[in-house]
């Protein structure tokens, strides 16, 4: 796997660096700052770029709306927002787009479930922290109508956990798991396609923008 890196700490740019050339992977480019980042991204073509949110020029969400940007530029690409802080602007758009990734630096406490995430959004899945599930699903009054469970089941599908998944976390048959979904689905006024793996997405973006 081709992979960018947009990260303003040089130690930990070239420590994620050295990490994912020992687990086989090609860093085809690195960034300091959210306009070098565009640029390198445009010369490599790679298939994944892992972003910190705050970086320069302004040291606030350059790196979110840098990725929003690549995102419009290249639909394809891989976007793995790596930080430290819950940024929710942005990654709302970012996060209905399939291929996106929010995790937070001080909870990547594996590192084959954090090669693993990043293979998963390179592929056209999603990896997000529970604690930014948490942070998008918050603001959602419409929320209120789940139960209990229901919102348990929602916040399971978007670390993207499958039915089976959430079934052998919440220790539920798989049946039971799918009568959820569908309730959650219909509550929400949205739809559930079977083969439509990231449908948790359509419905963090739709909570997040309303």
Known sequence: MRIVIGEDSALFREGLARLLDDAGHEV????????????VVAETSPDLAVIDIRMPP???DDGARAARQLRTSYPSLGIVLLSQHVETRH???LVSTGGFGYLL??????????????????????????????RLLGRADRLAALTPREKEVLALMAEGCTNAGVGRRLWLNERTVETHVASIMSKLGLYSNAEHNRRVLAVLAYLGQN
């Open 91 to 93: 990654s709302v758009e």
């Open 28 to 39: 085809v480019g690195r960034a300091g700052d959210a306009v070098s980042l565009l640029t």
């Open 58 to 60: 302004d040291h606030t």
């Open 105 to 134: 630096k001080d909870r990547v406490l594996d590192v084959d479930q954090f090669l693993d995430a990043l293979a998963r959004v390179a592929a056209g899945g999603s990896a997000l922290d529970p604690e930014v599930v948490g």
